[in-house]
């Protein structure tokens, strides 16, 4: 167990549904960071939340979103979805800032597997 | 943006060789860089970073990566691969222009073959 807990594990949906992610963070991390895991597009980094205000946007497409809540658990949403967005999706954390000691790291979550039908 | 760069797809290695992953990096200032490997159907698991200090850093499992700032790369490396380093293996880098998030390469598929 690394920490981080993402639910669901897996997720099967249809076309121009909605769901929900949900990641908590490691105990004492404040920094939350999404990321996609697609076979054509590798590991690329959607967005990132530190202690509940969006610090870095990536390659983020305008029909998702992400909040990060007061007890610094994130949830992406995923709209509209298309059969191209499924994918793995991670969420990592970390202390966040410049590394304040030798145990600054990202530890990531196990994943969420979104199939779209 | 700091990027790093994976040159191989895929490294094939028999049991008990060394094994060499390699990364090359393209940052401004310092770089913070790491090593993750994820295994079929897992999340990615944390090896070794270099953050400052020694060019040789040891991390998990037996795996240490080299980092030179003349040829700006960061290798993995193992003296004897094992079967069960079998893996992707993702060499990123800390991108200071995007929150501090990890930039990857693409990965690398390790096979050590028995």
């Known amino acids: 167990d690394s920490g981080v807990t993402q639910t669901p594990k897996h997720l099967i949906t249809a076309t121009g549904q909605r769901v929900t992610l949900r990641c908590s963070p490691r105990?004492?991390?404040?920094?939350v960071y999404w990321y996609q895991q697609s076979l054509d597009q590798g590991l690329q980094f959607l967005i990132q939340y530190y202690n509940g205000e969006e610090r870095a946007k990536g390659n983020i497409l305008e029909r998702f979103s992400a909040q990060q809540f007061p007890d610094l658990h994130s949830e992406l949403n995923l709209s509209s979805l298309e059969l191209g967005d499924s994918a793995l999706y991670f969420c990592?954390?970390?202390?966040?800032?410049?590394?304040?000691?030798?145990?600054?790291?990202?530890?990531f979550g196990s994943g969420t597997r979104l199939t779209v039908v | 943006a700091q990027s790093v760069a994976q040159p191989e797809d895929q490294v094939n290695v028999a049991e008990g060789n060394p094994l060499t992953v390699k990364c090359t990096y393209s940052v401004s200032g310092n770089p913070y860089l790491f090593w993750y490997v994820q295994y079929p159907n897992r999340g990615l698991q944390f090896l070794l970073k270099?953050?400052?200090?020694?060019?040789l850093v040891k991390g998990s499992y037996g795996f240490e990566a080299e980092f030179n700032k003349s040829q700006t790369s960061f290798h993995l490396k193992k003296p004897s691969a094992l079967v069960s380093d079998s893996a992707l293996y993702f060499c990123?880098?800390?991108?200071?222009?995007?929150?501090?998030?990890?930039?990857f390469g693409k990965g690398t598929s390790l096979l050590v073959t028995p």
């Open positions: 990592a954390s970390s202390e966040g800032g410049t590394p304040k000691g030798p145990n600054y790291g990202y530890t």
């Open positions: 105990s004492g991390d404040l920094s």
């Open positions: 270099y953050i400052t200090g020694d060019n």
């Open positions: 990123a880098v800390r991108d200071s222009n995007s929150g501090y998030a990890l930039n």
